[in-house]
């Protein structure tokens, strides 16, 4: 009876790095243009890591990266610090243990975990999700990638001058069509000294997925409406976005 006893407890115990999930019904995954998060007060950002090591090729392989993965509700009223962590140092915070395979892939996908925007994301969104560190964050790089393969050449072919955003939606229908009425576009000015970058520029794209009912992990693209946005279109004018390079 013991033994019994024993097994149904070791079942009912959570995943390691798992904690009880919030009430939240999808997810938003936020992708950063990093030449023009870069060049949004350089003086600032020439510390960080993710910007000294940008280069061409470095922005062409990988011209979307990993911002977050945010469980989010309906209500904009999202999950935040679930674990009862505070905002602090990103480097300050507990580090994220993965395996040596995920690490790899979540560092491709997000290069700011050099400076330590992993831990951030983690304690601020993940915990939130109530999956284990390793589920969270394969889900972030392998949605990141799909994004990728969709939206990424389009942007690298347009690196440094304007795109429709039509021209986006339309490779996104034509490379996974399942992604086309899921993604949102911003478009900000940067904070620079350059008078020539002071320009509405893509800044973020903003993709949005189904709380899986059975696992609660990301599931199928929904359309942007799930999470309380209007049209495709943030801030670029007559629906046109300059994509910033690192060679400007």
């Known amino acids: 009876m013991r033994a019994i006893w024993l097994v149904l407890a070791l079942l009912a115990t959570p995943f390691a790095g ?4 919030a009430h939240f019904d999808h997810y938003v995954l936020a992708l950063a243009i990093a030449p023009a998060f870069c060049e949004d007060d350089p003086q600032q950002k020439r510390s960080y890591a993710q910007c000294r090591a940008l280069s061409d090729a470095a922005f062409k392989a990988v011209p979307l990266t990993l911002h977050g993965l945010w469980p989010n509700r309906r209500d904009r009223h999202s999950p935040q610090w679930c674990g009862g962590e505070r905002q602090g140092a990103f480097c300050r915070m507990p ?13 491709r996908a997000m290069p ?37 393969r969709a939206l990424g050449p389009e942007l690298a072919r347009h690196a440094g001058r304007e795109v429709e955003l039509a021209t986006l939606r339309a490779a996104l229908a034509q490379r996974d069509p399942a992604l086309q009425d899921a993604v949102g576009f911003d478009c900000r000015t ?3 000294p350059d008078p020539k970058k002071r320009r509405p520029m893509l800044r973020e794209v903003r993709v949005v997925f189904e709380r899986s009912p059975l696992t609660g992990a990301p599931g199928k693209p929904l359309p942007i409406a799930h999470a309380g946005m209007r049209h495709y279109n943030s801030g670029c004018p007559q629906g046109r976005a300059y994509v910033d390079s690192p060679l400007d």
Do not use: I, M
């Not at 580090?95 to 560092?107: G, I, M, N, Q």
């Open 95 to 107: 580090a994220v243990h993965l395996p040596a395979e995920t690490r790899t892939r979540l560092a």
């Open 190 to 192: 940067p904070h620079t």
């Open 112 to 148: 700011a975990t050099a400076d330590c925007l992993d831990r951030y994301q983690w304690a601020k969104h993940g915990r939130c999700a109530g999956l284990s560190e390793t589920d969270y964050f394969a889900a972030a790089a392998a949605l990141t990638e799909r994004v990728n």
């Open 18 to 21: 798992a904690a009880e999930p």
